[in-house]
């Protein structure tokens, strides 16, 4: 930055006017094309995304609330909430931890074998979750590598919560650092060093400048990884074994109860959807929320200053309006 | 001795980016590291305040070696060359910081930032965050966070690279009265010749990691090491001649090289030490006066000899009219001071083959 702000600042002026001027015109010629692209968006939408999650809610209520807490308070449904919240409560602070020493370590340093390690954080995102669930199969199972030295100290990890656990920590492994290798990357180091030359150790500089200034990012990438930990079915599905009330966790739940044979079983795997869906509903709010404060931060931080480096530059009356809308 | 660089070398894997550099700071100076982009100039610096390790040498701060202190024991107060104000604190935080690390009493640290702020003209923007302040304010505010917990010696790099021109001269004048003030041992990295020569008491030229010369403004302008040097401040006028028994030629120009051996040899003289005539026959050159550049109260001409070689003169503006000179006017001229900058028998040598009556100020001649 520095140097080129002036010159950055120049460019987004003339990039904005010269895109404004283009997008009106291209509006009066293309209004029809404009509206077809916007109702086959809000059609989709509609018909992929919004329809079946009302139908989630509709059908989670479509026998009464009466039965809507019924199923809801049955000892088997509350032990799926329950692991489910203990799985996640493990699995997201530790790629918490991991996020963030990776994201660390990928946006600071230079070391042999980064690019690698960047491409293996995404190796989650790009395999199966079934395949991800069967290779702890592999390895802690019966038959499984480890599986003789785990039996004969009486060690239970497939279909058990630590295998259920560790298959949920690999799914969400990439979320956390995802997020923030960029957020420290814009960042730099230089506000650290500062840190440092202030007399500051290297845990309180994390603590007083590097957390805060990436703590949007950080926000962000917990809350996604907190809905996928919850939310994961098929690695998960590999390793949990399905025992009622010990290794259901909430979207295994609504399968098994979607599959069962009465009516008051579907309705009451709707029921467990909706808590699902409430969830999703809810992260959605906290993305954007933070979508937005992230934004808000970065924009600050871009335009920042200028009395003395933008009108001096180009005394356009574009750029007045930027720095008037400053003060 | 404030500040004490011994020898230090710094490699990067294969890159040897400073090469056994040594220069010595006096209390209370202020020292411009001064230098082309990428010639190892800021390497120097950040060995100093320890953010980089040097390869070998010593470094020693008034009189103890450091190489082994980290940087937080070494109590050096650096400016970074974007400042890098912490965003998410305000401009009182970003300045207490230091202290509240320190563990000064709440009382001395809202005492010491006060008194910091008045000083640094940054009264009232206490609370404002860094994104809320120009450019002129951002480094004001990142000198007082350096300045804070009073460290014995002050490094800034590039700390007017970040702001535009006008704004660079005012913060230049603000610099040399703050540091007038505070009389508070200043290093400064600047890759521009005319900032290190109008801020700084001595000027340490560091290219392609090594260290070509330390002096004073007026030293390393009137008396340049080498041609580097001669070339990089300020302004020369550069020559190849080939030499015939102690006469170095150039199309019609030609100079007396006493003892220089035959072959090629090279000069260099400044502009303000062409002497012009609006009388043609007056001076040795014939030459015609291309253009003129108006600069302020100097002039810059161009001469146009005829076999198209072009000189560099200097010249005020009264000298000017008085001479009566325009643009393609005829003119003669002479050199009253050229360097030997280098031929055959010796690559580089700094003696001075001829001596002018009255030198010029510095000023003058950049």
């Known amino acids: ?327 | 001795m404030s500040i004490e660089v011994k020898n230090i070398t710094k490699k990067f894997g294969d890159v040897t980016a400073v090469n056994d550099v040594g220069f010595s700071i006096q209390d209370g100076e202020l020292v411009a590291l001064l230098g082309p982009s990428g010639g190892g100039k800021t390497t120097v610096l950040r060995m100093i305040a320890g953010l980089e390790m040097p390869t070998s040498g010593d470094i020693l701060i008034r009189g103890q070696r450091v190489n082994d202190l980290s940087v937080q024991q070494r109590n050096i107060g650096f400016v970074f060359q974007n400042y890098a104000l912490f965003k998410n604190m305000t401009v009182f935080k970003n300045v207490a910081f230091g202290l509240k690390i320190k563990k000064w009493k709440r009382a001395d640290i809202e005492a010491r930032v006060a008194e910091l702020l008045e000083l640094l003209e940054l009264k009232g923007l206490e609370k404002r965050y860094p994104h809320q302040l120009s450019g002129g304010q951002r480094q004001r505010v990142a000198i007082a966070r350096a300045l804070a917990s009073k460290p014995s010696v002050l490094l800034l790099d590039e700390p007017f690279g970040a702001v535009d021109a006008k704004i660079r001269q005012e913060l230049r004048e603000w610099l040399v009265r703050l540091h007038h003030d505070l009389n508070v041992t200043t290093l400064f990295v600047t890759h521009d010749q005319e900032e290190a020569m109008e801020v700084s008491n001595r000027i340490v030229i560091i290219a392609r990691g090594r260290m070509e010369q330390i002096g004073t403004p007026r030293d390393v302008y009137e008396q340049p090491s080498n041609e580097f040097v001669a070339r990089f401040i300020g302004v020369m006028n550069v020559l190849d001649l080939e030499v015939r028994s102690g006469v170095g030629r150039i199309g019609e120009m030609h100079f007396q090289l006493p003892g220089v051996v035959d072959g090629q040899a090279r000069i260099g003289f400044r502009p303000y030490a062409v002497q012009i005539s609006g009388d043609r026959g007056q001076y040795t050159f014939r030459a015609t006066l291309r253009h003129t550049f108006f600069l302020g109260i100097m002039l810059r001409v161009e001469l146009e000899l005829d076999s198209g070689l072009l000189i560099r003169a200097r010249m005020t503006k009264e000298d000017y009219a008085r001479l009566g000179l325009q643009d393609g006017q005829p003119v003669s001229f002479q050199i009253r001071q050229f360097r030997l900058l280098a031929h055959d028998s010796a690559a580089l040598g700094p003696e001075l083959l001829t001596t002018y009556d009255t030198p010029p100020t510095i000023a003058e001649g950049i």
């Open chain 1, 1 to 327: 930055m520095g140097a080129e702000v002036p010159g950055v600042m120049a460019g987004i002026v003339t990039r904005k006017s010269g895109s404004t001027a283009k997008s009106q015109r291209g509006s009066e010629e293309s209004t029809f094309t404009k509206w077809v692209l916007v109702s086959i968006a809000l059609l989709f939408v509609g018909v992929f995304l919004l329809l079946p999650l009302i139908n989630v809610f509709y059908q989670a209520f479509s026998k009464g609330w009466a039965l809507y807490k019924e199923s809801l308070i049955d000892p088997n449904t509350i032990a799926a909430i329950k692991l489910t919240l203990f799985i996640a409560a493990v699995s997201v602070p530790l790629n918490l931890i991991f996020g963030l020493a990776a994201s660390w370590a990928i946006a600071k340093f230079e070391f042999r074998g980064k690019a690698f390690l960047i491409t293996l954080i995404d190796l989650p995102f790009a395999v199966s979750p079934v395949v991800a669930g069967l290779m702890f199969v592999v390895l802690f199972g019966r038959e499984g590598f480890f599986g003789e030295w785990l039996d004969a100290r009486d060690i239970k990890i497939i279909f058990a919560w630590p295998g259920m656990t560790l298959a949920t920590i690999f799914i969400t492994f990439p979320f956390v650092a995802r997020e923030l290798i960029p957020v420290m990357q814009a960042t730099g180091s230089e506000q650290e060093q500062a840190a440092l030359t202030l007399g500051a150790s290297g845990w309180k500089t994390f603590w007083f400048v590097t957390l805060p200034s990436v703590k949007w990012g950080l926000i962000y990438g917990v809350i996604l990884c907190n809905a996928r930990a919850m939310g994961e079915f098929g690695a998960v599905s590999v390793v949990s074994g399905h025992i009622e009330g010990i290794t259901d966790t909430m979207p295994l739940r609504v399968d098994k109860l979607f599959h069962g044979a009465s009516e008051s079983s579907a309705v009451a795997a709707f029921v467990v959807a909706s808590l699902l869906a409430l969830l999703a509903l809810i992260t959605l709010v906290l993305k954007t929320i933070l979508e937005w404060k992230q934004e808000r931060d970065h924009a600050l931080a871009q335009r920042a200053a200028p009395d003395d480096t933008v009108d001096y530059d180009q005394p356009s009356s574009d750029t007045t309006i930027v720095a008037k809308s400053l003060q």
